[in-house]
C-alpha cells in the first residue's frame, strides 16, 4: 500500500480482556517497529523486526505483550489481560533496509475500561 | 543506553517570534530525525541529519547537527499558527535500522 496501515484504529477494550493490533508496513520495507505513546508522553519502543531475524523484543513491558510478524509483511501486537495502564496509542512504524528514518502509521488508540 | 532529552517540553510564543528547540542525546551518533506531530495524528518526518554540522531548511524551520557537542537545534523563525504542534527528535546510535529513542517531545503552541 501507499502508506502504513494500521487497525483498528481505535479500540475500547475491559481490563483482563485480550486484544490485537494489526500493522501492514509498506510494501518491501524489511524494518518493522511497534511503539507506545502514553498520553502526552514521547514515544516507548516495544519490539523491533528485521527481516526474517530474530526480533528485538527488549522494549516489551512485561510478558503480557507479545508480537509477530508474517515474513516482511503484516505485523500482529498482543496484549493480554489488558490493563488500564495499557491505555495509549500504539504506533507501527516501517522502513527499507537501511534507509533514514521511518515512516508511521496512524496508530491504534487502545483506550481499557 | 542512548538518552535523548528535548527542552524545552512546552512553548507558547507570539506570532512573528523566533525561538529555538534543543535535543541533547547522550552517546555518539551521526544520524539524528525531527519529527512533527499535530494532535491526534501520526508523526510526520521533518529533516534527517547525517552528519556533524548538517543544516537543512524547510519554510520557517531550520535544524542543525553537531555531532561533537551531542547536540541539535530546531529554530523557528517568525512563528505562524500553523507551526502549533509537537515536535519530536530522534537519535540512533548505529548504522542501519535499528530502533530511533526519542526525546520527550516539545508541545509548541503559537498564539495571536
Known amino acids: 500500500g501507499a502508506g502504513v496501515s494500521q487497525s483498528p484504529s481505535n479500540k475500547v477494550t475491559e481490563k483482563g480482556k485480550d486484544v490485537e493490533l494489526r500493522c501492514d508496513p509498506i510494501s518491501g520495507h524489511t524494518a518493522l517497529y511497534w511503539y507506545r505513546q502514553r498520553l502526552g508522553q514521547g514515544l516507548e519502543f516495544l519490539i523491533y523486526f528485521q527481516g526474517n531475524s530474530a526480533p528485538d523484543k527488549s522494549g516489551l513491558p512485561s510478558d503480557r505483550f507479545s508480537a509477530e510478524r508474517t515474513g516482511e509483511s503484516v505485523s500482529t501486537l498482543t496484549i493480554q489481560r489488558t490493563q488500564q495502564e495499557d491505555s495509549a496509542v500504539y504506533l507501527c512504524?516501517?522502513?527499507?533496509?537501511?534507509?533514514?528514518?521511518?515512516?508511521f502509521g496512524s496508530g491504534t488508540r487502545l483506550t481499557v475500561v | 543506553e542512548l538518552k535523548v532529552e528535548q527542552n524545552p517540553l512546552f512553548l507558547s510564543m507570539q506570532e512573528g517570534k523566533n525561538y529555538t528547540i534543543y535535543c541533547n542525546y547522550s552517546?555518539?551518533?551521526?544520524?539524528l530525525y525531527w519529527y512533527r506531530q499535530d494532535p491526534g495524528k501520526s508523526l510526520e518526518s521533518l529533516f534527517v541529519l547525517l552528519s556533524n554540522g548538517a543544516v537543512k531548511q524547510e519554510g520557517r524551520l531550520m535544524a542543525s547537527l553537531d555531532t561533537k557537542a551531542r547536540l541539535s537545534t530546531l529554530h523557528i523563525t517568525a512563528a505562524v499558527h500553523d507551526l502549533s504542534a509537537t515536535y519530536f527528535c530522534?537519535?540512533?546510535?548505529?548504522?542501519?535500522?535499528?530502533?530511533?529513542?526519542f526525546g520527550k517531545g516539545t508541545r509548541l503552541s503559537v498564539i495571536a
Open positions: 552517546t555518539t551518533s551521526d544520524r
Open positions: 512504524a516501517s522502513s527499507p533496509t537501511g534507509s533514514l528514518g521511518y515512516t
Open positions: 530522534a537519535v540512533d546510535s548505529n548504522s542501519g535500522n535499528t530502533p530511533l529513542v
